[in-house]
């Protein structure tokens, strides 16, 4: 008794694109196509009436991410595999994809044999983002979000007056000339100086404009 074909959905709001993935998945025995979704809401209620075991999903379409997609699918489907087959290769859409349960995250620019491999694979159970791939990704992330975290923290320290001596000493202007601008005495540059290096725990002025480049303090 030959085995039954795996049920793929295909959401792509790109008509040419959705097509050809269908005609390469339906030319195999084992792969059958049983919906074509252009949306997020589609792609649900095509999940809800059809139950694939594996959905093969864009990242980017009109009314959502395929992140989103993949979470709403899955809330009504949980045994359907998602795939995201995209031409965005950030991280950050990856690390999405993944929060969200997709298993696998293809790039646009595979081969079709690659694809439906990739397709059978999903409908195997397999893991398609290799396990070094996604611990190094949830490490840089983490230190993404410590470098962000500690941005926050030192730009909350300075005061407005204290970010504006920051921006002139990052300009290369000296006490003297600080004090020029602002229209204040030397005296009183000095201790806004020494306030801001002591706020970022810099030794010097060229460590603070360091640390100012480093965690981006003067950007909005």
């Known amino acids: 008794m030959a085995a039954e074909s795996v049920r793929v959905l295909i959401v792509e709001d790109h008509r040419v694109l959705a ?24 792609a649900v209620r095509l999940a ?9 999903m864009d990242y ?30 950030s991280e950050e859409a990856l690390l999405a994809a993944v ?8 790039l646009k620019s595979l081969a079709a044999a690659q694809v439906v491999q990739g397709v059978r694979r999903a409908a195997e159970g397999e893991m ?3 396990a070094a791939t996604l611990a190094g990704l949830v490490v840089r992330q983490r ?20 970010r504006e001596v920051l921006q002139l000493m990052v300009q290369g202007l000296d006490n003297r000339a600080i004090a020029a601008r602002l229209v204040v005495s030397f005296t009183t540059v000095r201790g806004y100086v020494q306030s801001v290096l002591d706020k970022l725990g810099a030794h010097s002025k060229l460590e603070a404009v360091a640390r100012a480049s480093e965690y981006r303090l003067l950007e909005r």
């Open 48 to 56: 809800s009436q059809q139950r694939p075991q594996v959905v093969l």
């Open 143 to 162: 230190q993404r979000a410590d470098r962000e975290s500690e941005r926050a923290r030192l730009r909350g320290l300075l005061t407005p007056r204290e």
């Open 128 to 130: 398609l983002i290799p």
């Open 19 to 42: 097509e050809g993935l269908e005609l390469a998945l339906s030319r195999h025995a084992d792969l059958r196509v049983v919906g074509l979704a252009g949306t997020v809401a589609e």
């Open 99 to 106: 929060e969200a349960g997709a298993c696998g995250y293809l």
């Open 60 to 89: 980017y379409l009109p009314d959502g991410t395929g992140a989103q997609a993949a979470l709403a699918v899955r809330q009504r489907v949980p045994d359907a595999a998602v795939v995201i087959l995209t031409a965005e290769a």
